[in-house]
């Protein structure tokens, strides 16, 4: 029987962009950094206050990453959305919808730099 999700893997172009998006823009800690056996590159992040991780992996004998529209998001939660959308705007970031909902309830997208799409969700 499965015991608990471990992590959940995103292929990227550019491993570096994506590597400073989920560090400085997402707040994620940076776990684990090698290649594997079959040579992708691989880097592993972990939310705080969680066990699962995600792991970028850049492989490109596999071929580009073509990313389509409204196929996979990743959500996080944060306490204040307001402060996130400052924190988002100094690296360059906006959000591409929301803010949706009510102080204490809200939700907004912002999209990162392979496309891959991130739910950023306000709960009080």
């Known amino acids: 029987m499965l015991k ?8 990227v172009n550019d491993l570096e962009k994506t590597v400073a998006f989920y560090r400085d823009v ?3 800690e940076q776990t684990h950094r090698g290649k594997s056996a079959r040579g992708s590159e691989l880097v592993f992040f972990k939310v705080p206050g969680s066990e699962e991780q995600i792991e970028i992996c850049h492989f490109p004998a596999s071929g580009p990453v073509t990313m389509g529209p409204d196929l996979t998001h990743l959500a996080f939660s944060v306490d204040d959305l307001d402060a996130f959308e400052v924190h988002i705007k100094k690296h360059g970031y906006t959000f591409s919808d929301g803010p949706h909902g009510e102080k204490g309830r809200r939700m907004a997208f912002v999209d990162g730099p392979e496309g891959y799409e991130f739910e950023i969700i306000e709960r009080s």
Do not use: D, Q, S, V
Not at 4 to 11: C, E, G, S
């Open 26 to 28: 997402l707040g994620l």
């Open 4 to 11: 608990k999700l471990l992590h959940t893997r995103y292929r």
